[in-house]
């Protein structure tokens, strides 16, 4: 049920379509995130409406609250949040590194207690394997060690060799699971992929031997992790060049957590085929639009008395009905609403840069592409290549 | 361009058209309440796609932030927020009397200081007429002294008396702005209507003596202001009957701040053609939602794992697509989605209920509505009557 085929190559960069349990996704494809099973500040109709292809949703946060069981028994992830295209979950890992307290890294696994009411629990390549099978998502994500950064290249590839054994962990625990007439948990979503991850923090060796070592084990496809922690950005987009040329051509390519507009397309030069981040989401309840001319921080005075639209080239409902004063307006005086329309168009512009960049890829035009959103975007770094 | 007219009854109540320059509403009307120029959790194509005729907004945020010299000069209130059906203004009043820090009231008006800024601001008759025609709201209200409640009938009397002062102050004032080539403000709404209130607290003879002075100073329409404040419910709808029984029957009559859904039901038998409430957007932020089967609060452990729609019998956005499971793990998470799913069904809910209300006032049906709403919501008081 879960298949990625190439439709036009240009550089680097591929188009294609990824086939999903639950429908196809057009690539380079953006995810936004619904953490909790919903994309903040915005309906499922409006991501719709706006053309989402495929939502991202936090293993840790739903296993924690609701309880993965519990969406279990009422039909698994797609049917408790009423979102039918296709949802892709992380392990859990990065949040537990990321937002749980007093965490141990163990062979075993990660225990942590919840950020919530202080439970303990215990995080292990197959827990995450069950709790990803009981939520049903499309895509599951393999556990993997996250990396600090900076770390050293003794510690990357300590950690990287945790990571490849949890992997085959991992993926022994999926492939055994749906061989099992009655398994633990009941099944929504018999036709789930899994994903590896491909680590090794920012030495290109490590990288590589990541990529030979999750290959060996075998997943349907393979995302890039531990990227945009910190690291220089020329340097993320050198890892990402290295990385991406040495995955296999006909599996599927996420960069995981990445990034700004510039770094979508600056990844999908280097042959990344998906993306998530809370960029244009967080960034929108904070005021702060991505436009076709730049970023534009909504609660400046400057837009007090300013009748133009957020961004004039734009066609989301926000821009063709609301002012600049009026957005304002409803961000400083903490109306929710504030939040709704600067999200919606906030993920316009992030789809429509990935329907721009799949239209660029079938005419050849990516570089002018490139060029353009370097234009727009000047505060990123400097072009790494 | 402002006219009403009745098209049907039955009993003393009222089928009818309210003629606006931003359109015609079909009145028995609820107004969805946009404080701050947006109804909280929801966006405009929200409130049009649940059917909302006209919009209530209040004069007092708005004049405080942005400014209702800002909103002149962007255009007037409709142009601001991007919404071109009606728009209800309130005089301010009720804010200063319940938000406002250090209020003074004298013959002259109300000095209060800013809830947002401590700044000191004179709000007077004239001021609040002024400031409605900056806005440029197709109807506005008159500014009243707003009645503490259990009040005496001593205090009552003297009350009523400077709101009827200022009711004269306050419509001279309009028409005399509105006769003048160079007012000292841009009219962005020259057909502007002007409500007065009528005032007198649980007191039959004040209500009458009221109704007798407003009518004489002469309004487009009248609202009956100062119910809803704490008097017992059977009390609320005997004032309301009597009030409503006194007013011209070619005048849209506007009961303000009420009520819940029993209450439009109730009122609407007593005559009334028009109603604002903040009850289903604020009741929905918290989790309380109005349903066929009465009041249901979402948040309880009970629906944890009820995969059933919030109302069966409703067909809204939520209710079609969501079930209570879900809703109750968007608000036990603090997603802001949760208050716009909420919301939705809330609004759906009384504007469903106006739906019925006018059609069964059209097919004679109006007393078999009024005991399904007191058997959906037996919690309220028994009829009065």
Redesign the interface.
């Known amino acids: 049920m879960f298949s990625f085929k190439v439709t036009h190559t240009h550089g680097s960069a591929r188009r294609g379509e990824m086939h999903t349990p639950h429908g196809v996704v057009q690539t380079p494809a953006f995810m936004p995130v619904g953490t909790?099973?919903?994309?903040?500040?915005?309906?499922?109709?409006d991501l719709d409406a706006l053309g989402a292809q495929i939502m991202l949703s936090n293993t840790y946060?739903l296993y924690l609250?609701?309880g993965a069981e519990?969406i279990a028994?009422?039909?698994g992830l797609h049917?408790?949040?009423?979102w039918n295209k296709p949802i892709l979950t992380d392990s859990g890992g990065y949040q537990v590194f990321s937002l749980a307290a007093r965490r141990k890294v163990r062979e075993e696994g990660v225990t942590f207690r919840s950020h919530l009411d202080g439970t303990e629990h215990l995080l292990t390549p197959e827990k995450a394997v069950d709790v990803q099978s009981q939520l049903g998502s499309d895509i599951a994500m393999v556990l993997d060690e996250c990396l600090e950064h900076p770390a050293s290249h003794g510690r990357a590839r300590e950690s990287l060799g945790r990571t490849l054994r949890w992997a085959q962990r991992g993926r022994d625990h999926f492939l055994k699971a749906r061989g099992e007439e009655d398994g633990p948990y009941c099944f929504s979503n018999h036709a789930q992929a899994q994903f590896g991850i491909i680590q090794g923090g920012t030495f290109p060796d490590l990288r590589t031997a990541s990529v030979d070592g999750t290959l060996s084990i075998g997943f349907e496809a393979y995302a890039i992790g531990g990227l945009s922690v910190g690291e220089p950005i020329p340097l993320m987009y050198d890892i990402t060049e290295h990385t991406a040329a040495l995955l296999p051509t006909d599996c599927v390519r996420y960069l995981m957590g990445v990034g700004t507009p510039v770094d979508l397309v600056e990844s999908v030069a280097r042959g990344v085929d998906m993306f998530d981040c809370v960029l244009p989401t967080r960034n929108a309840r904070n005021g702060q639009l991505f436009t076709s001319q730049g970023r534009l921080n909504i609660k400046n005075a400057e837009f007090?008395?300013d009748?133009g639209p957020p961004d004039p080239a734009c066609g989301c409902?926000t821009c063709r009905?609301?002012?600049r004063?009026?957005l304002?307006?409803?961000f400083?005086?903490g109306?929710?609403?504030a939040?709704?329309?600067n999200t919606l168009h906030n993920l316009h512009f992030y789809l429509d840069t990935m329907n721009r960049i799949r239209e660029a890829i079938v005419f050849g035009t990516l570089e002018e592409l490139r060029q353009s959103y370097r234009r727009i975007f000047p505060a990123q770094p400097a072009d790494p290549t």
Do not use: W
């Open positions: 909790q099973g919903a994309v903040k500040a915005v309906t499922h109709r946060h609250r609701p519990r028994r009422l039909g049917k408790f949040i009423g007090a008395d009748d409902y009905h609301f002012s004063a009026y304002r307006h409803l400083q005086a109306e929710m609403t939040g709704t329309l």
